[in-house]
């Protein structure tokens, strides 16, 4: 139905656009994805059109098209936020596929389940937000004459059937293209929460490349198996002619066991398309939109004739994040490396920052982005994408009855069927938890310290108080966070692949530590937004949990304890020790590493910072010989292993080829990939010297085993460019390129110290 206003030409009085529309949903029939449509006669040819611009929305996922043009190159709209507090609403500019009109123009949605209904979770967590998937959407037509007609969803549009038979993120996309739509049938009205309703904030989710399988085989079963060279998260597409009832059927994983598609790490997910072909001469085109899969084989079956490399490819898909940082150095395994936490990346920056993209879970988990916010600042331009997902935080949150910060945000979990939860059974989480619950704050400072931004700061804030006051009610009255769970150093190589919690760090050292951490930046924004009180109030908490800290925890011999990896890795790089101790714990950082034989020793907590804690201490050699090493459990061995992810485990796989027996292994999880900031801030030795790259910091630190090194980072100042080159003889030669008018620091590793501003400079 047509409605008439004024022009609209500020993005408020767009959003009131939708107060004329009503929320539409369609009656199920045999489960197949809905179409709701309507035809709409144009007040003026559509040559007239001046412009055309669709707000859309929904409970569920949606592909709006018009004169069955698509409305956007974007997928898998609205995303996924907060969805009790925050639904985003998408705006298109869609005045070209308005222009193609004739008298009529025709706008038809296809509703998908998504994230709203898609039984999400582990354990048969079957999380739902509700059972029905629901449109609201506006077309609003400018005339070149000034005139604005509208076209808004309400009781006159119709529902018909799409060919998809079902289709959910974990199982995949079903069609059978024999099936007709139908006859069109009435829509009926339901619920969204206008209240709910903000302006898109974060990144929109697109398609970026296309590969080629760059091997197909027969496997010992006989099915054919498609390697496309790169673990990636997306979907498979083709266009294919065949008889009428073939049915292709895809199958993903990550990895191959035993010659034959590894789908055990899968759990429940069954990761499966589908399509039943109608028998179209003129060929049927196949792209799964309303479903994802994390994957580099697949498994086809049911082509009709032999399979090429020219018949299909694959999708690569992610929310629409630009590449912001690069490097390359002597050392083939690093650049691998760096490359599988790209990739990583990539794949799981979807929506929202997830914990992997394959299983049943796609959750995003809170620990994993605190440990890797900084390497994902520098990789990536992530600053839309991670502030809206801090204000999901907090509006996740700030729900009753938390006043925490849950273990994923958004906390689908807690929606999860009774007795499907494997932490605390039919209870609800009940208490913060450090490094997960720390990811209000910790993420916010790698903004921060990135893009320098002091409103989005200022909107970051209450976050970070709501975690810091949480906390505060669930310390001991010693002062120290040694009660409740912690995962803390989670997945902490010396422990059972069965009990991946059960690490060699103390949790009240590891979940002490972090507090400290988060009230200290606390403190620093406080006082940043002019609130001294609060900047007080935090500076007070930090001080006196570190007097518990080192009262309870810290030796004079500089031995803390449960005397591993990680409790001094967090000791060191938060700052937390005195100056007389710091050397000796620091001695006793670099032993622990010499007598693990370089072997990786630290979990979630400890990975991100056990080469900054020996680096900042002088122990630049074995930082790298941590780096470097090889053997399991080490960052380089899944690259001996032909890795082209970061993995969840250390040891995902075992040397034999087998996959990890424990009953959660991932091949594309970046928490493990943290060390990469290090990479980049020393290795390279690009740092901000001030928030936002205000001031640069060029400072490469070189060490055993890569003679050379070279990168660049866009930063929010400009492009940042650094090469060097150490040769055996001892010489050391830089080249930095800093953005004009900036100052920058340029340290040599014979701490010679020189001033620069912008250009190019050699030394």
Known sequence: MTHHSPAAPDSTALLDSLTEAR???????DGRAPVLSTRAALEQPASAVARAELLATAHGVYEASINGLPATDSVLNPGWTVYESRLQVQRFDVTEQARTSGPELELSVLLGRGWWNGDFGFESADANYGEENVLLAALEITYEDGTVQRIVTDESWSATDSPI???TIYDGQHEDRRLAAGAPRPVR?????????????STLITRHESRRPERIWTSPSGKTLLDFGQNLVGWLRFTVTGPEGTVITLRHAEVLEHEELGTRPLRAAKATDSITLAGDPAGEAFEPTLTFHGFRYAEITGWPGELTAEDVEAVVVHSDIPRTGFFECSHEGVNQLISNSIWSQRGNFLAVPTDCPQRDERLGWTGDIAAFAATAAFQFDVNDFLHNWLLDVHA??????????PFVVPDILKLRSAGSDPFFGDEPQEIPTAL?????VWVAEALWNAYGDLERLRAQYPGMVLHLESVERALSPSGLWDTGFQFADWLDPDASPHSPADAKADKGVVATACLIRSARFAAETARLLDQEADAARWQELADRTLAAFTDAYVQADGRILSDCATVYALALAFDLLDPATRPLAAERLAEVVREAGYKVSTGFAGTPFVTWALSETGHVEDAYRLLLEEECPSWLYPVSMGATTIWERWDSMLPDGSINPGEMTSFNHYALGAVADWVYQVVLGIRPAEPGYRRILIQPTPGPGIDWAKGAYDSAAGRIEVKWDSAADGSFALEALVPEGVEADIVLPDGARHAVTGGRHRF
């Open 396 to 405: 996740e949150a700030a729900l009753p009855p938390l006043s925490f910060v």
């Open 189 to 201: 009205t339901a619920e969204i929460d206008r209240a709910t309703l903000i302006e898109q904030t």
């Open 165 to 167: 038979t079902s289709a």
């Open 23 to 29: 929320a539409l949903t369609a009656e199920p029939h």
């Open 436 to 440: 997960w619950g720390d990811a209000a």
